[in-house]
């Protein structure tokens, strides 16, 4: 038996915590459950929320949702080295990578502390600190909306990229993903310190002999200290993605800063900071009445309280506009507009 409910406010279901209603609202635990909602037709429009991290809601959502809280972490199989983790779509992200530090399962250490559910980590292919979802996908469940089948996709199925996957192109709005199988190290860990400031953290809290627990903590102290927390500052992480510029557009950027922190991607593109790019626009730490930029990383827009989702939008607008006039650089939004 699945229960709809009325008029639910999404408040406590986004983390950008803005306050508008879903028409109609059922929460799903089971994989049965699901799929007899799927079934029901008089719903015809559907919108599925896992943890709400990703999404910034500017109307009231005249539709059923359908929240996605089918938990449950199993080992699937294993070998001397790795393991085959599968987790429900349901699982907070950050509780499962401690669950896996807990069991010394290596891999999810640089991806601590990242907002959202297991479920909708392959969608954009959440990444920090080097590692990219990726690096650990194994394979994922997926339930189409349209008939109900179950589809396994592979890793070469989901077509990975930065910030994207085949669940956001091809395949958008088409399957509610329910699992995913990780392969995780279970010794020999690989230890990525490289990127951005993990090794001096790990030098801070002076660890001599690293391990895969210690850089899990050097990525949520960094987190703590430029992110702010959804559960007192509204907000869906970086809002932006860090744009991909030829090499031509970057030089003119060098010509009128030297300090221009960048990626090089191959010979002929390089991807450049947008939060660096927004912070030389002006807008770090802007404060609007309610809403405004985050003053310590400029990619996070942030709602202080009582928020509406369309003027955090009008400012993204802004920012768009601002970015591309003064270095000739558009940047895309990373977090879904709905
Ligand atoms: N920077 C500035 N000003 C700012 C923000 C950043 O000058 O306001 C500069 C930093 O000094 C640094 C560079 O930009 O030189 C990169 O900054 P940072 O390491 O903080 O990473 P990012 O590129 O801003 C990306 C991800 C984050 C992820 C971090 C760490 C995207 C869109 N964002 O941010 O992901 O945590 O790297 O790996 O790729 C998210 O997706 O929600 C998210 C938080």
Known sequence: MVYIQENISLKPFNTFGIDVNAKHYVSVTSIPQLKEVLKLKTYPRK?????????LLTKNQ??????????????????????????????????????????????????????????????????????????VFESCEAISIENGITKTFTKTDCQFGYRNSVFKQKEKGKYIITSVNFKLSKKNHKLLTQYGSITSQLETMNIKTITI????????????????NPKEIGNAGSFFKNPIVSKQVFNKLVSQFNDVPNYPINENEIKVPAGWLIEKAGFKGKRFTSHGVHNKQALVLVNYGGANGLDIFELSKLIQQTVNRLFSISIETEVNIL
């Open 62 to 135: 005249d539709t059923l949702v359908i929240h996605i809280n089918i938990k449950g972490i199993h080992i699937v199989s294993q070998t001397e080295n790795d393991v085959i983790i599968q987790a429900q779509a349901g699982e907070n992200w950050h509780e499962f990578v401690l669950w896996a530090l807990n069991n010394n399962y290596g891999g999810l250490e640089n991806m601590s502390l990242i907002p959202g559910h297991v479920g909708t980590a392959p969608i954009q292919n959440i990444g920090a600190y080097g590692v990219e979802l990726k690096d």
């Open 213 to 228: 627990q210690d850089i899990s903590k050097a990525v949520i102290s960094i987190r703590q200290s430029k992110l702010p």
């Open 47 to 55: 919108l599925i929320l896992g943890g709400g991290s990703n999404i």
